[in-house]
């Protein structure tokens, strides 16, 4: 009963720390800073725990028994016995963006994770936890002068905040040797506030202002399978998959535009609804995973998206006529490659240095936002890691997951750059549940 209350007090930690933003220094604890955040439902978060996060978040193949694995519920069931794991994870996040000459430098911290799981019968094991889905947070601004009237300038303001995370309830059962199943019910929850301000120099133009809303409170099922093939006493193949299916979110996003006459103080507004008008899309993963002796796993994962039968709530002016309505060019399928793998020398030896893991992994992403009809930023990633075993007189079988990864996303022409440097650290608690201890 006290782990799961201290769970819970994390988790209740975690969801304060994700809901601040700071104005100074240029940090931000909203988990992102990016412009392109502006769009969809923001800048997507990769979902991998401590020790996969080393990997670049490589994980549909790998069937871990002192790891929490939640993107393959199918690899719980390989949790051993009397035991309990619990992880929590945080970011600090370096990142440079670029638009031609024009340069700037911000700083994330964020509390990501918080996942724990269990063996719960004989081939059954259960996790449960906090995950992030996306971040929303940026502010800028353009000016310019208006084309008919050199005289007059504009300022086009931009800022957003919110983001969506989810709570899941999962379970994996092996229901033969060597083939496993699993799923996560999810309650997805979170909002985002966008607006954007239009004022003018000369006062009598209006200031327009648009603001853009969304709540989201619903469920989200992911399935998983894996196999296992062994290929001699030592070596084995693992191969898993995920599905889950496209989702409804059950929001109604709204949009309301104000203008203001600045020399009577009248203000027009006018008010969009969309009932049912955000959706997650359908998405299918598979990867496999190559394990020589409990010391050395590679691996490779694919991920696909289906994005493109998607709409996004937009507001068009068509012929001096308004409307808000969903428009099916918002995104595209987004598809991520993964390569990566662990090397252990000896798991169970007493010394340090030969249970000392050691992770490296690499990605390539494509975008699943439109921004203007052109495809946003690619993605290419790499990452390194160490898993540091934790090693006292009462707990030999924790570990400290930290994890450094470069992130960089590449837009077309006319686009920002971005360059992201990241550092992840996690804690894994092993702890051994229900054992009976024999007195002499």
């Not at 918080?114 to 996306?134: D, N, T």
């Not at 191969?239 to 203008?259: H, I, M, R, W, Y």
Request: glycine share 10%.
């Amino acid at each position: 009963m006290k782990r799961i209350c201290s769970t819970a007090l994390l988790a209740a930690l975690i969801l304060t720390a994700n809901g601040q933003s700071a104005s100074d220094n240029n940090i931000s604890y909203s988990g992102t800073n990016s412009p392109y955040s502006q769009y969809g439902l923001g800048e997507l978060v990769d979902q991998g725990s401590g020790f996969s996060r080393g990997m670049n978040g490589l994980g549909y193949g790998f069937r871990e028994h002192n790891q929490v694995n939640h993107k393959n519920p199918a690899a719980y069931s390989a949790i051993d016995s009397l035991t309990f794991l619990f992880d929590a994870g945080m970011t600090g996040q370096f990142t440079n963006f670029k638009e031609g000459n024009v340069k700037r430098n911000t700083k994330n911290a964020n509390f990501d994770y918080v996942v724990a799981a269990f063996r719960a019968f004989r081939h059954v094991g259960v996790s449960f936890g906090l995950l992030p889905y996306s971040n929303i947070g940026y502010k800028y601004s353009s000016t310019g002068n208006v084309n008919d009237l050199k005289s007059v300038t504009y300022t086009n303001t931009f800022r957003g905040n919110g983001g969506f995370h989810q709570i899941y309830l999962g379970a994996g059962w092996e229901i033969v040797k060597n083939l496993s199943i699993g799923a996560n019910v999810s309650y997805i929850w979170g909002d985002y506030e966008r607006a954007i301000t239009n004022a003018y120099s000369d006062s009598y133009i209006n200031t327009i202002s648009k603001y853009y809303t969304a709540d989201v409170n619903y469920y989200k099922l992911d399935f998983g399978i894996q196999y296992t093939l062994p290929l001699n006493k030592k070596d084995k193949l693992t191969v898993g998959a995920t599905f889950s299916p496209k989702q409804s979110l059950n929001s109604d996003p709204e949009c309301k535009v104000l203008s203001v006459n600045s020399p009577t103080g009248v203000t027009d507004t006018i008010s969009y609804k969309i009932n049912d008008g955000l959706s997650l899309p359908m998405t299918i993963g598979g990867g496999i995973c190559y394990n020589h002796n409990n010391m050395l796993k590679v691996g490779a994962d694919y991920q696909m998206q289906r994005w493109s039968e998607i709409g996004f709530p937009d507001y068009y002016v068509n012929n001096g006529v308004s409307s808000y309505e969903l428009n099916p060019n918002s995104f595209s399928d987004r598809h991520k490659i993964t390569l990566g793998g662990e090397y252990c020398k000896n798991e169970n030896a007493r010394s340090f240095m030969s249970r000392m893991r050691y992770r490296i992994g690499a990605s390539y992403t494509t975008p699943y936002l439109k921004i203007n009809g052109k495809d946003g930023p690619k993605e290419i990633s790499v990452s390194a890691g160490l898993g540091i075993p934790i090693i006292n007189a009462h707990n030999n079988r924790s570990f400290l997951n930290v994890s450094a990864q470069w992130v960089s996303q590449q837009a077309s022409a006319n686009m920002i750059d971005v360059n992201s440097f990241r550092i992840n650290i996690g804690i894994t608690f092993n702890e051994r549940w229900f054992q009976k201890w024999k007195v002499e």
